[in-house]
């Protein structure tokens, strides 16, 4: 099991950056993808970002493309989202995620553990 805690959520105006991270313990860091997923209030969650074990090969939603940056440091078991450009529709609680194994599967299924969130809010 994979214990896992966000932080660096908060208020920003529209056009601003933000960067979350994502602190895991438990198994070991480097055998597992991550990602990041967001839900807004009234909507299902949905997937965002998702890194493989090495940072080889990363993944985005479409509208979130160029304008975040997923990375993992596996000598600190710390995973991060730079948010820049936001916009209003960014607004969520956003998720991190552990994989159920070493390569992304982009899709809720794939990931096994979850964090208790932290909310971004934009403002127009």
């Known amino acids: 099991q994979v214990q896992l805690v966000e932080s660096g959520g908060g208020l920003v105006q529209a056009g601003g950056s933000l960067r979350l991270s994502c602190a895991a313990s438990?198994?070991?860091?480097?055998?597992?993808?991550m990602g990041w997923f967001r839900q807004a209030p009234g909507k299902e969650r949905e997937f965002v970002a998702a890194i493989s074990w090495n940072g080889g090969s990363t993944y985005y939603l479409g509208s979130v493309k160029g304008r975040f940056t997923i990375s993992r440091d596996n000598a600190k078991n710390t995973m991060y989202l730079q948010m820049n450009s936001l916009k209003p529709e960014d607004t969520a609680v956003y998720y991190c995620a552990a994989g159920r194994t070493s390569v992304v599967v982009p899709a809720a299924s794939g990931f096994g553990s979850w964090g208790q969130g932290t909310q971004v809010t934009v403002s127009s």
């Open positions: 438990g198994r070991t860091f480097s055998s597992y993808a």
